[in-house]
């Protein structure tokens, strides 16, 4: 399943299926761009980041993609179980000198139906 | 157990009342922050500290007071003059404000009456 952030807020995904959540940012200078998990009621998680220089990370069973030439961002979760049923939000940090101070996408709800 | 907490978890206020919620860290970090969520919504910035005594307003500022007194206290106070104050309200924190990797507490959800 595929998911543009903005435009298609939910995926609903088969246990087991690999699932792409994506992201358009706005700011071509942003060093970090940063996953974050949100289940209902609580507060974020941090997944995996990347920085600008990169084209691909990956973590345990995650995989993030930036491509900086369209501006965008996507998070791949293999073999994707129900745990993994949350709000997904993208974050990019603008520069350096803007330190902490994050830019938070509107977020994808992942459904993952068993 | 490292981590930040905010209390209480669900609050009701009646219009008119400020009205103060809680974040402490023992992960001792440096910079701490507050984020407004709306439904079906990012996150977004009210007030930020790089360092105890310090702090910042962010994007939505208007009717919210910070204060830094502590290290690890970073309380928000929601006043009268804000005019939807209903949300669910962040605190987080990061090693220092360098450092673009936050981490959440649980979060507290205000109710205006």
């Known amino acids: 399943g595929e998911s543009v952030g903005l435009h298609l807020p939910t995926l609903s995904v088969q246990e087991g299926d690999n699932s792409i959540i994506n992201c358009a940012y706005s700011n071509s200078a942003s060093d970090y761009f940063i996953w974050y998990k949100q289940e209902s009621g609580k507060g974020p998680q941090f997944i995996i980041d990347?920085?600008?220089?990169?084209d691909k990370r990956q973590g345990q069973r995650v995989t993030v993609l930036l491509n900086k030439t369209v501006k965008h961002l996507s998070l791949q979760i293999a073999a994707t179980q129900p745990g993994d049923s949350a709000v997904y939000f993208c974050?990019?940090?603008?520069?350096?000198?803007?330190?902490?101070?994050?830019?938070f996408g509107q977020g994808t709800e992942l459904s993952v139906k068993p | 157990d490292g981590g930040i907490t905010q209390s209480p978890k669900y609050l009701f206020r009646k219009e008119g009342q400020n009205v103060t919620l809680s974040c402490e860290q023992n992960?001792?970090?440096?910079?701490m922050y507050w984020y407004r969520q709306d439904p079906g919504q990012g996150l977004r910035l009210i007030y930020y500290s790089q360092i105890v005594n310090d702090f910042q307003k962010g994007d939505i500022a208007e009717g919210y007071s910070v204060s830094r007194e502590k290290k690890e206290s970073f309380p928000l106070t929601v006043t009268s003059a804000q005019k939807n104050p209903t949300a669910f309200y962040l605190c987080?924190?990061?090693?220092?404000?360098?450092?673009?990797?936050?981490?959440f507490g649980p979060g507290t959800r205000l109710t205006v009456l």
């Open positions: 992960l001792n970090h440096d910079a």
């Open positions: 987080a924190s990061s090693i220092a404000y360098w450092d673009h990797e936050q981490f």
């Open positions: 990347i920085r600008s220089n990169m």
């Open positions: 974050a990019e940090n603008p520069s350096y000198n803007q330190g902490g101070k994050l830019i």
